[in-house]
């Protein structure tokens, strides 16, 4: 160790080294012991990467569970990142399970560790948040015999790894089929899989294969079906053999749905014990005179390895979200502190009244007019005041009070047949159209892609049959000419921003929540390309604007600058000259961090990408 | 003319700031050949942070000085051997300064010994020979997509567009426990054939027909390194490219190494 402290806290000595990073024993300043991770930053350019985990450990430092390490701070220090964690002396399961004879502790002790696992992941997974990382090296069993899971959605970096040196922590022996499969949704069922192959060893003694390389690994999860676990250990009760079994299922759709059906199914035990309950010191004695040890020597004969059926082998697109990386870097200078009871939910709103002429209100309350030349529909927001910007990054500073006159705005997305219409009459040639190229993403990189235009946004697949559908690689000064032919204007980012967020200040177009796949077309969607712009009505602003967060970045008029500096308080227009103009919401590609109403992007007026699209403001009369 | 020819070439390309890879190499020098034969490494070192151009030139000297000192004669253990050194000073160095903490590199060294090939690897940086019939590969890159052809799960057409391409399963510097992939190449190399070790900006970017046109058409190691560059620059070039070759010029050389 060159130095004894990071931040404000004192190192005592080094806990070792993880696939995430050195992880450190350190005490605050109020003299509480904790466990610090400084992490690999691997990926320093990567602001997507460091945005996210800034995201999930907002959410994670809520969790509050006897069975779940907490999450106390979070701060940048030098070019890495610093967790501060609950510090939990104890041994890790799979060092617990290392130590048994035969791999395999009393039952009824295995069964409280499954029990009170399956009650913290059935708490996170309420609480929205995956693992994605569940392995035996996460579970900690502290000295009174209580579980605490590690590292909870620290994992969920993994799905942004997008820069070109990553390199992988996979956890392989954990990893469930279809996370191989980019097209196919991660979810709960996922992390149910991976504790199904903790269990498995939990109560087998064993891993349910015997191969070491990574690829045979792969196939294995892909193709081939467990033995159960009873094969190998005579005694098992068979309900807990078979919620194994039903755990491991290829198909995430013959899996349980979530942890308590995975609980249910495990059975009681032993009659009359209450598993899921944390031990207290008194019962931690009584526990090491737990006798009913399942007899691991009676390991049956290996039965002959079945093959699954009906797994799909093909794929193309996507990413491989099954990469337990973690891949933080940055140089942001922020530290947060978050400590609090509850995950924030969706904002509530009350139906508003009011008037906008020939309007009618829309399902928020807010007036809504059809604007006839490009047959758009527009809603009313009202003159007012909101919170602009946000301390979390430098260019997202400061927090504001902005005011703004009264505006109409694109309910959705500038969609294919809109544009059309408007080239049809005009005879216009995007930016992209003249190059002959737009920016596709290829593998990991965007690259300039021939034929990549709006009628073919992917350098691929035509628009045709997807009149709804958000037009895209369109460039800033294509969403100009679009707008002048309309009568329209880009909206201003104060404007775009205000009918994302609206008077709340919310963080999100629907409040501060996080965004799961129900509510907008990001990178956690797996949908990978764009979706029509009515699907995502969970995901509409609180003013009943579509696709405020994700499908595609959309242009503002402002120029960009990333200084920080104090915005105009009324109608603010941005800086006067620059080279790159704003973009908002995030797409189908980015993650959640950039679905946050602040956020924003910038790009040269004349270039196109899979993910740039446009709307439309006008003033109001 | 001398027993073997080198070229060698390294473009930062297009969109880094600063050039990871690093390269070097141990030839026979006035006739003589090391006893453990001649030694050609390369290393790619991830993340455009300090870490990675470092962990790439501490692993290629340490493979470069603990090959020839470690006392097995047996060519892949002495291979696995520096390879773990290598792999335990960049994890150590890593870990007693922290701004360049979880700094790693892929890394790929080739000895030639009789007229055989022996290599070991990690990561995604790949050893091809260059014969007259063609081009081969001799390593299999530790990728999720390179797993994913070998479980069967998608083909090779569909991995050269598969998203996380560039993700590698192992490097240096990543963690203690490293299984290194050591192995002997079962054809003999000859005269006029060509070793080259590349990292993934050049295969990425240039397929292997192109990589032999270069080969059939510029002859000289330093020519055809220079030019692969140029038209890895031409075809995308956002990565660092870096090339090492070696061609077998006298049939003489082995008998050296026969003796040697």
Redesign the interface.
């Known amino acids: 160790?060159?130095?004894e402290r990071?931040g404000d806290y004192e190192i005592i000595s080094s806990l070792g080294?993880g696939?995430f990073?050195?992880v450190y024993k350190a005490k605050s300043s109020n003299g509480s012991m904790v466990a610090l991770k400084?992490?690999?930053?691997?990926?320093?350019?990567n602001q997507k990467v460091v945005k996210k985990f800034f995201h999930e450990a907002m959410i994670l430092a809520k969790l509050d569970h006897p069975n779940i390490c907490r999450l106390i701070e979070f701060f940048p220090?030098?070019?890495?990142y610093a967790i501060v964690m609950e510090y939990v002396e104890g041994t890790e399961l799979k060092e617990l399970l290392q130590q048994q004879p035969n791999g395999l502790l009393p039952f009824d002790r295995a069964f409280r560790i499954a029990k009170q696992s399956l009650s913290a992941f059935q708490y996170a997974n309420e609480n929205g948040i995956l693992h994605r990382d569940i392995k035996p090296a996460n579970i900690m069993i502290n000295k009174e015999g209580n579980i605490k899971i590690m590292d909870f959605g620290i994992a969920k970096v993994a799905g942004a790894?997008t820069?070109?040196?990553?390199?992988?922590?996979?956890s392989?022996h954990y990893t469930p089929p279809e996370r191989?499969d980019?097209s196919r949704v991660v979810d709960t069922r996922s992390d149910i899989y991976a504790l199904g192959l903790v269990f498995y060893e939990l109560f087998a003694g064993r891993r349910p294969f015997d191969v070491d390389?990574?690829?045979?690994i792969?196939?294995w999860h892909?193709n081939e079906i467990p033995e159960p676990p009873e094969a190998f250990v005579s005694g098992l009760p068979q309900d807990v053999s078979l919620a194994i079994q039903k755990a491991l299922e290829k198909d995430p759709d013959d899996r349980f749905q979530d942890f308590k059906e995975f609980s249910d199914a495990m059975g009681s035990g032993t009659p009359g014990v209450d598993y899921s309950s944390s031990l207290d010191e008194t019962t931690a004695s009584e526990q090491t005179v737990v006798t009913s040890l399942v007899e691991p020597a009676a390991m049956k004969k290996k039965a002959k390895k079945k093959k699954a059926e009906g797994m799909p082998?093909?794929?193309?697109?996507?990413?491989?979200a099954?990469?337990a990386?973690l891949l933080i870097?940055g140089f942001f200078a922020y530290q947060i502190f978050l400590k609090g009871p509850a995950i924030p939910g969706t904002a509530q709103q009350e139906t508003v009244n009011i008037e906008y002429k020939g309007g009618v209100p829309n399902s928020k309350g807010y007036p809504e007019i059809t604007h006839e030349k490009d047959n758009s529909i527009m809603i009313y927001i009202p003159a007012g005041e909101f919170t602009m910007g946000s301390d979390i990054y430098s260019f997202e500073k400061p927090v504001q009070q902005i005011n703004l006159d009264a505006y109409l705005i694109d309910k959705y997305l500038v969609t294919n047949k809109q544009f059309k219409q408007f080239v049809d009459e005009t005879g216009y040639q995007t930016d992209a159209e003249k190059k002959g190229t737009g920016q596709v993403k290829?593998?990991?990189?965007w690259?300039e892609f021939e034929g990549a235009i709006w009628k073919m946004p992917d350098g691929n697949n035509s628009i045709d049959g997807k009149d709804d559908y958000p037009v895209s690689q369109i460039s800033y000064n294509d969403a100009v000419a679009y707008c002048q032919w309309a009568g329209k204007d880009l909206p201003t980012e104060a404007q775009w921003e205000m009918a994302a967020r609206g008077p709340g200040g919310g963080i999100y177009p629907w409040g501060d929540s996080a965004p799961d796949d129900t509510m907008a077309n990001f990178a956690d969607s797996f949908i990978d390309e764009t979706t029509p712009v009515t699907k995502y009505e969970k995901g509409q602003s609180l003013y009943g604007a579509f696709d405020m967060a994700g499908n595609l970045y959309q242009w503002c008029k402002d120029w960009y600058s990333a200084e920080g500096k104090e915005r105009e308080s009324k109608n603010p227009t941005g800086p006067d000259s620059g080279t790159e103009r704003v973009l908002k919401g995030g797409s189908f590609s980015e993650g959640s961090d950039s679905l946050r109403a602040p956020s924003r992007l910038s790009a040269d007026p004349s270039s196109s990408s899979f993910v740039y699209g446009f709307r439309c403001v006008k003033k109001a009369e | 003319m001398g027993f073997v020819t080198m070229g060698s070439a390294s473009h930062i390309g297009k969109r880094k700031e600063k050039n990871?890879d690093y390269l070097s190499y141990r030839v026979p020098e006035d006739g003589s050949m090391p006893k453990k034969g001649m030694l050609l490494a390369l290393a790619?070192?991830?993340?455009?942070?300090?870490g990675?151009d470092l962990a790439a030139r501490i692993a290629v000297d340490v493979i470069m000085e603990e090959y020839y000192k470690d006392s097995s004669s047996d060519i892949p253990v002495s291979l696995n051997n520096a390879f773990l050194k290598a792999n335990q000073e960049v994890?150590s160095r890593g870990?007693?300064?922290?701004?360049i903490?979880?700094m790693?590199t892929t890394l790929i060294a080739v000895v030639i010994k009789k007229g055989r090939i022996y290599f070991a690897h990690v990561?995604d940086s790949r050893g091809y020979i260059i014969h007259k019939d063609g081009i081969t590969r001799f390593t299999e890159d530790d990728s999720?997509v390179?797993?994913?052809?070998?479980?069967?799960?998608?083909t090779k057409e569909?991995a050269l567009?598969?998203?996380?391409?560039?993700?590698?399963?192992?490097?240096i510097g990543?963690?203690?426990d490293l299984k290194i992939d050591t192995r002997k190449q079962n054809r003999r190399i000859k005269k006029g054939q060509y070793i080259m070790l590349c990292c993934?900006g050049l295969h990425k970017d240039v397929p292997e027909e192109d990589i032999l046109k270069a080969f059939n058409e510029f002859r000289e190691p330093a020519v055809i390194s220079e030019k692969l560059i140029e038209k890895a620059l031409e075809k995308?070039g956002?990565?660092n490219i870096s090339v090492l070759i070696a061609r077998i010029d006298r049939a003489s050389l082995f008998e050296v190494l026969l003796n040697g």
């Open positions: 160790m060159a130095e990071i080294r696939g990073g050195s400084v992490l690999n930053p691997q990926v320093l350019d220090d030098g070019q890495n790894a820069h070109d040196t990553a390199a992988s922590m996979l392989i191989f980019p390389e990574t690829s045979q792969m196939f892909l082998l093909a794929l193309i697109a996507g990413i491989p099954a990469l990386v870097g290829i593998g990991k990189k690259k | 990871d790619d070192g991830m993340g455009g942070r300090p990675g994890i870990d007693n300064d922290r701004s903490l979880g790693a990561g999720i390179a797993n994913l052809v070998k479980a069967g799960y998608i569909q567009t598969y998203p996380g391409g560039n993700i590698i399963t192992k490097a990543l963690s203690p993934d995308g956002d990565d």
